[in-house]
């Protein structure tokens, strides 16, 4: 925060204004979890109850979703830390001819409207024969979650003086220890805060996945198909709570460690 | 002949290309097992990219490098008995001094209260007793300097390459390590190879200097002998200043016109009436600036040839009103035959 001692009161209202344009909705959703109504967003809410919850934790098909979206966010994941590291590895390393063109290919991915990179993965997926699947999902989840992981892990090496590697490998120690011991602490929190970012955008991603999955449906498809059919609509409203409650943390977390500076804490041996 | 040790550092017609750019020409070399030896140019003269190859980081485009007689050309860093002091230094910034220190014995998997008590050597031999615990970020330039040091002597290596590691320091801290990095290198008895691009640096320290110029060695030699014999005009001019006479008053003087070097300080600044000995030569000129340094005083003379000479003299007797008259005014310069030295080009 700054620490500007006095801001204007225009620019005090302009930024509750901002604030309370983002967070009020989704307030409302917190509020109708609590609602006996079961089809209508009545207000003032006509009482409170607190079943939903035990009707949610009730329901077969959204456990199904919930896990289906764990497994998929996770695989994810771990794919976006090895292939963004190594992307980034190489652009650090290396100048070859065409890198700053691959630098602008790896990035795009997150730029793209989603249902561009939905629509261009089912046309491949489609025309390769390929059965949609788990993996046809992680597939187009890892293609942005490629990018954070990348841009976090390539924004370290760039902070890291390059000499430690030649030190390194100067005092004997071979490639494989030189990652071990020095490259890795260097890059361990980007590798966390981008981990978890792409964790995050994986979890509630729906454009994508609608085009890349086949009869099954992650938790944000799940919550989609729950407002074109409602049933027990208030369900739907405590789903949507614990999705934000759970992404909040690790965007929070990430965050945090993205604004430490490269003050990094190695393991203590 | 007789079996003398192998040179600790042997180059075999050694260059590096980069595309079209000779870094590194041709170069032989041979440094001495135990010496002090610096490479000494000016940036571009390919004297770190030498440094790099010895060290493994980079490999020669041609010809082979010998450590103690085995050929290393093509071995990676990590097998060579060769360490590095780096001019960043390079520490690692996550681990605390002690592991700095004793990372290459880590990766040589000493245990762990081994290498502990022998980090601990290192650092009292470069006087850092008691800071082991702390991260390089809590130190000083010159605290880092010598961690990288000690970090760099822990696995006895054969030869020591120091990479410009004087640079960042201020002039009292450069001078005060200079000092220290030649008694260290007297008490561990290991090869240093030192490169710089500060003359009085590579003077002060040295057994033996390589002069660098447009990758290539243009004189190896004591540092005395650098500095009273320069083989090339490059050399006379880069190491300290010179005064390059030729052509019709280097003919008058000596014969011929092969050019000559003569230090400034070898110059005598005389009264235009007085007679050179027998064994000095003379020219005439005119004084043209008079700068006043305190311990000495520089004069740049105009000669009748057309030359503009560098006349350094003591203050013993004089004072600052004294030399500043001198300006303006006709002078004769004298100095010994012995202290021409013929350089060619």
């Not at chain 1, 959204?62 to 980034?88: K, N, Y």
């Not at chain 1, 020095?182 to 361990?188: D, F, G, K, S, T």
């Not at chain 2, 220290?180 to 008895?189: A, C």
């Not at chain 2, 003569?262 to 700068?291: N, Y």
Request: with cysteine; aromatic share 10%; charged share 20%.
């Amino acid at each position: 925060m700054r620490s500007n001692p006095e801001a204007s009161w225009g620019l005090k209202l302009a930024a509750l204004g901002g604030l309370l344009f983002l967070h009020v909705p989704i307030l409302i959703i917190f509020l109708y979890t609590l609602t006996p109504d079961e089809t209508t967003y009545t207000f003032p809410l006509p009482g409170i109850t607190f079943k939903w919850f035990g009707v949610a934790w009730q329901r077969e098909d959204l456990w199904r979703a919930l896990t289906l979206s764990f497994q998929v966010a996770a695989v994810a994941t771990v794919a976006a830390l090895i292939l963004g590291t190594l992307a980034a590895a190489a652009v650090y390393r290396s100048n070859f001819f065409g890198r700053e063109a691959i630098s602008f290919l790896l990035i795009l991915p997150i730029a793209l409207p989603g249902i561009v990179t939905g629509i261009a993965l089912r046309t491949a997926i489609g025309g390769f024969d390929i059965p949609f699947s788990f993996w046809t999902i992680v597939i187009g989840h890892a293609t942005f979650c490629v990018v954070v992981v990348y841009n976090n892990v390539l924004a370290r090496f760039r902070r890291m003086q390059g000499s430690q590697i030649e030190a390194s490998m100067d005092l004997g120690a071979n490639s494989i220890q030189t990652f071990r011991y020095v490259i890795l602490p260097n890059i361990a929190t980007a590798l966390l805060a981008g981990g978890m970012l792409a964790f995050a955008l994986s979890f509630d991603e729906v454009i994508v996945t609608t085009f890349t999955a086949g009869q099954q449906s992650t938790l944000p498809i799940w919550i989609f198909s729950q407002l074109v059919r409602p049933r027990d609509r208030p369900v739907t409203n405590v789903v949507a709570m614990f999705v934000m409650l759970i992404t909040f943390v690790p965007i929070f977390l990430a965050q945090r460690l993205s604004a430490q500076n490269s003050d990094t804490e190695g393991e203590t041996k | 002949m007789s079996n003398p040790p192998a040179p600790a550092i042997r180059f075999d017609q050694v260059s590096r290309h980069f595309g079209d750019v000779k870094a590194v020409d041709l170069v032989n070399l041979e440094v001495r097992d135990g010496e002090f030896f610096s490479m000494l140019g000016p940036s571009g003269s390919g004297k770190t990219t030498c440094l790099r190859m010895i060290a493994g980081f980079d490999r020669p485009t041609s010809g082979q490098i010998f450590l103690y007689g085995q050929d290393v050309s093509d071995l990676p860093p990590y097998e060579r008995d060769v360490n590095t002091v780096f001019q960043d230094y390079a520490l690692f910034p996550h681990m605390n001094v002690a592991d700095n220190v004793a990372y290459g014995l880590m990766v040589k998997k000493v245990n762990k209260s081994e290498r502990m008590r022998r980090a601990e050597e290192m650092l009292e031999l470069t006087r850092l007793a008691g800071f082991g615990k702390r991260k390089p970020s809590q130190l000083s330039g010159g605290q880092r300097q010598r961690v990288a040091l000690a970090r760099a002597l822990i696995n006895h290596p054969k030869v020591l390459l120091l990479d410009e590691p004087l640079g960042a320091l201020d002039l009292k801290l450069r001078q005060q390590m200079q000092v220290e990095l030649k008694s260290i290198q007297q008490r561990v008895g290991i090869t240093f190879i030192f490169v710089t691009h500060d003359q009085e640096e590579a003077l002060t320290m040295s057994d033996r200097i390589a002069v660098f110029n447009e990758g290539k060695i243009c004189q190896v030699g004591a540092p005395a002998e650098i500095y009273e014999r320069p083989a090339s005009p490059f050399v006379a001019g880069f190491v300290g200043t010179s005064n390059l006479i030729g052509g019709e008053v280097a003919k008058r003087l000596t014969g011929s016109d092969t050019m000559f070097s003569i230090r400034p300080e070898k110059i005598h600044l005389g009264k235009v009436e007085s007679q050179p000995e027998a064994d000095m030569v003379s020219v005439e000129g005119v004084v043209r600036d008079v700068v006043y340094l305190g311990l000495f005083t520089r004069y740049l003379v105009e000669t009748e040839g057309g030359n503009d000479l560098v006349v350094v003299e003591q203050n013993l007797k004089t004072t600052s009103m004294d030399v500043l008259s001198v300006k303006g005014q006709k002078v004769r310069l004298l100095w010994h035959r012995d202290h021409m030295n013929p350089v060619g080009g």
